[in-house]
């Protein structure tokens, strides 16, 4: 289809740094001139690249290359590299923040003879039953960003408690003393809780108390 082919010829441009980190993207009415499409294919392409977090829309500015999709992509690169140096194939699945489509991705993977998985689990309170299932297994898992509590399984991620309470110690060197807490509402997620107790550990280091009032906890991601 036509917005396909639009879409990969700008993901191509992207890839091959035509479109760096930030530029912003022909708009809808430009595609429509550029590749003499209607507005409604242009849209279409431009739909495709933001679903898959390449591009971020700003209503009223325009498009842009999305940042944090770069670093996944050259993560993604390393790991393909370093699968093949190795002699193993990579095979990869998105999930697009679907707990069942996880499931059902881990299932394939192990029908076409995974030898090991590399993971960055859907975030929620509780892990996917199908991956905990494989770590009790201990069939090979790594994880991103995320730990399992409680199972020994191999991670790969931020010190998030760390990260937080250094973050926290320079705002309150710098003098600030009314600081909000803010995430989604799973708090309850290790990464987020890994967060929080970092938070609550420089106000102790520094003899201050927190004003819970001030917290956001129910932010909602769109």
């Not at 829309?57 to 992509?73: I, L, T």
């Not at 707990?99 to 995974?114: F, I, P, Q, T, Y």
């Not at 937080?164 to 110690?169: F, G, I, V």
């Amino acid at each position: 289809p036509l917005y396909e082919r639009i879409y990969l010829e700008i993901l191509n441009d992207i890839r091959s740094g035509k479109y760096e980190t930030g530029v912003r993207l022909p708009s809808e009415k430009e595609l429509c001139g550029i590749y003499n499409v209607s507005r409604i294919t242009g849209k279409k392409a431009m739909d495709m690249l933001a679903e898959r977090n390449i591009i971020i829309r700003m209503p009223g500015k325009g498009s842009f290359v999305n940042d944090s999709w770069e670093q996944a992509y050259k993560l993604i690169l390393g790991i393909e590299k370093t699968c093949r140096e190795l002699g193993y194939y990579m095979v990869l699945h998105c999930t697009n923040g679907s707990r069942e489509e996880e499931s059902r991705a881990v299932d394939r993977m192990l029908s076409l003879g995974a030898q090991g998985i590399i993971i960055m689990c859907v975030h929620g309170e509780n892990f996917n039953s199908t991956v905990l299932k494989l770590a009790v297994e201990e069939y090979p898992i790594v994880l991103l960003d995320r730990r399992l509590k409680g199972v020994p399984v191999s991670y790969v991620g931020t010190d998030n408690q760390k990260a937080a309470r250094e973050l926290t110690d320079w705002l309150l060197d710098q003098g600030h003393r009314n600081i909000c807490f803010a995430s989604h509402c799973g708090v309850d997620t290790p990464t987020i809780a890994d967060r929080h107790l970092g938070f609550l550990d420089s106000h102790l280091e520094h003899g201050l108390t927190t004003n819970e009032s001030m917290w956001l906890t129910d932010l909602k991601a769109t």
